[in-house]
């Protein structure tokens, strides 16, 4: 039984002379307290010697992809393909697997084997007696520095890296920039206010105050080429009769130097992003596709790295971004958010708003694939992204229409959406609703041949109407007499008949019969 050991230097093998102590794992350690006790367990074997570093690097670097080197290969066959009954101890499953697959030879690999790696560790010196120490310690170092240099250099995630801080310096223009309008606004708005008003463009803005200086020269100043003419015209106009202070010469300077600044900014911006847009389409062509390339490099940027960003599901893709309101979410809970940074996405804009949330569950599953495609594939094309593009479009037409459409896996079933209407809140009168009676049309065989008539059972509703117009008679009636009752009355108070009081002889008034108690 051979034992592979790797160092700085080369490839040791050496051959472990009692097997029987490898199944003793927890009093291994005994065995190797001395350098005697070491030699006599293990014997070096060969000792194949790296040439210079770059031979070191490249076997180091075998090694850690799994990988078998040429010179490892030329000393493994030397040694152990005449014997076939041979064994080899290796401290890497990978390179275990490697080195059975091309060279048929049998590779253990255990928790036993471990152990012996950290015991061979212990006494490394005294079992390579041909290297002294300095010079191992040379070569560890120099071994070292070469593959950092080496992961550095050929670091897939390098190009990542890139994404991400060009994506961040974007945000950290578009802020600064932001901040730099907004003073110049405010600061020549003291001079001239009329024009912030007329000019929307920042950049525009800009320009016209870098060319202009104060408002006086407006009048003679050519700005055909930053402004359309209308608008030129009514900036003259207000020039005239603006309202503003006055300013000095060394005011307007410092104003157009800041004005200096803000184009410089704003032209390295668009160059920065044009480099932003290049890259994404050489690093993730299928995700730029889908969600574009500032949601993408956004992305990217908040996993750390394409490839992380590829190792998360479809759903960490959708609320990518909102971190804050799903916790938020579940610690009241709450409905958690259906969208992140995705929200941003162009598909996802264009969906009403009932339809945003499907819009980007499907778009998050269609960009998680993407995103894999583009981190793990070998070719570089955005094939992918603009047939899933498509398909997307397509969806989100049926649900902005209404059609019909198939569900995945069952090709009878379907699913029937209801078309979005926005409904109007303003009520209009509706003059049907003032008749409470409900009349019934008569048939044309009713009216020629009538028969007896029966008794129809009116609804409540009739009942209360007839109710009432009968209660409404009766009243009448009642009021007119005793309206005529009243000018009855008052006819015979105001002319009582002149014979009746001739005729009439006065008679004494009557006494007073006397009540009983009286008496």
């Known amino acids: 039984m051979f034992v592979l050991y790797e160092t700085p230097a080369g490839y040791a093998i050496f051959k472990l002379l009692d097997e029987k102590k490898l199944e003793q794992v927890d009093n291994l350690y005994l065995e190797f307290e001395t350098p005697e006790k070491a030699n006599k367990l293990l014997k070096l074997k ?26 490892l290969k030329k000393t493994l066959k030397k040694l152990l393909v005449d014997d076939v009954q041979a064994s080899l101890l290796v401290a890497d499953a990978k390179l275990g697997t490697a080195i ?25 010196d005294s079992l390579l007696g041909g290297l002294p120490k300095r010079e191992m310690t040379a070569m560890a170092l120099g071994l070292a520095h070469s593959l950092s240099r080496y992961k550095l250099k050929f670091s897939p995630d390098k190009i990542d890296t890139m994404i991400v801080q060009a994506q961040c310096l974007l945000d950290d223009l578009d802020k600064e920039l932001n901040n730099y309008v907004m003073r110049a606004r405010e600061w020549y708005g003291w001079h001239f206010p009329e024009l912030g008003k007329l000019i929307t463009d920042n950049i525009a803005f800009v320009k016209t105050i870098k060319l202009v200086g104060t408002r006086d020269n407006m009048a003679a100043t050519d700005l055909s080429d930053i402004l359309p003419e209308d608008v030129e015209q009514q900036v003259k106009e207000a020039a005239e009769i603006s309202m503003g202070t006055e300013i000095s010469d060394e005011d307007v300077l410092n104003i157009q130097c800041l004005c200096d600044e803000i184009i410089s900014i704003s032209d390295y911006r668009t160059h920065l992003y044009d480099y932003l847009k290049a890259r994404m389409m050489a690093m993730a062509p299928n995700l730029t596709v889908l969600v574009g390339d500032t949601v993408g490099a ?29 916790f938020r979410a579940l610690k009241t809970k709450k409905d958690t958010p259906k969208y992140g940074l995705i929200y941003h ?15 980007s569950r499907s778009l998050a599953a269609k960009a998680s694939l993407a995103t894999r495609v583009d981190a793990f594939g070998e070719e570089a094309s955005f094939e992918l992204g603009a047939t899933h593009k498509v398909k997307l479009e397509a969806r989100l037409r049926l649900l902005e229409e209404g059609n019909l459409r198939k569900l995945s896996g069952t ?47 009116q609804e409540p509703e009739q009942e209360e109407a007839v109710a009432d117009e009968s209660e409404t008679k009766v009243e009448k009636k009642k009021k007119k007499k005793k309206k005529q009752k009243d000018e009855e009355a008052s006819e015979a108070v105001e002319a009582p008949p002149a014979e009746a009081e001739e005729e009439t002889p006065a008679q004494p008034p009557k006494k007073k019969k006397k009540s009983k108690h009286q008496e």
């Open 411 to 457: 090709g009878k079933a379907k699913a029937k959406f209801e078309k979005y209407q926005a409904k109007s809140e303003v009520f209009t009168y509706q003059p049907e609703a003032d008749n409470t009676l409900h009349v019934k049309k008569r048939k044309h065989s009713e009216v020629e041949t009538p028969v007896k008539q029966e008794t129809v059972k």
């Open 46 to 71: 060969h000792f194949e010697k790296f040439n210079d570093t770059t031979e070191a690097l490249s076997a180091a670097t075998a090694a850690v992809e799994g990988k078998v080197s040429k010179p």
């Open 100 to 124: 059975k697959d091309k060279l048929a030879v049998q590779c253990v690999y255990n928790t036993g084997v471990q152990e012996l790696m950290r015991c061979i560790r212990q006494q490394a």
């Open 298 to 326: 956004r992305l990217i940027a908040h996993a750390g790295s394409l490839i992380n960003l590829a190792k998360h599901p479809s759903s960490t893709v959708q609320i990518l971004g909102a971190e804050k309101a799903l």
């Open 345 to 359: 996405a162009q598909l996802v804009g264009q969906a009403s708003q009932k339809n945003k949330g499907k819009m």
